[in-house]
């Protein structure tokens, strides 16, 4: 896990690290500071494209990042929810509630931003 610094934040959009740290069908978490404790971040790259969801699963609160990801969707490697993507969405349970997404997008250098 990575802990951005607030020096890190540009505006509305927060870079966390670098394109070339996640390889396809992977995930990698970020942690952010908040009022109230930290805020984990797990962005995948998935066909091509990026995603942003929070590090933690609606049925017991455990970090989904190393769970695999397959057609669109992660699968929590606890005991195998599934969560679109793009939306956050519980697709299997036992969740029931989805997860947050954060808008991301690569700068023209390769970091990956993403904007709460
Ligand atoms: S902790 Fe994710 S499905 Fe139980």
């Not at 934040?9 to 966390?16: K, V, Y």
């Not at 394109?19 to 978490?29: F, R, V």
């Not at 995948?44 to 190393?66: K, M, N, T």
């Amino acid at each position: 896990m990575t802990s951005i610094a607030n020096s890190s934040i540009d505006g509305d959009w927060i870079a966390l690290g670098q394109a070339d740290e996640i390889a396809e069908d992977q995930g990698k978490a970020f942690t952010l500071p908040k009022e109230s404790g930290e805020l984990s971040i797990a962005v995948f790259h998935h066909q091509g494209e990026w995603y942003a969801l929070e590090d933690c699963c609606s049925h017991a609160r455990i970090p989904i990042v190393d769970g695999p990801v397959k057609d669109g969707c992660v699968m929590c490697p606890w005991h195998y929810a599934e969560f679109d993507l793009k939306t956050g969405a519980a697709l299997s349970g036992p969740a029931t509630e989805g997860l947050k997404t954060y808008p991301v997008r690569l700068t023209e250098s390769g970091a990956i931003e993403v904007r709460l």
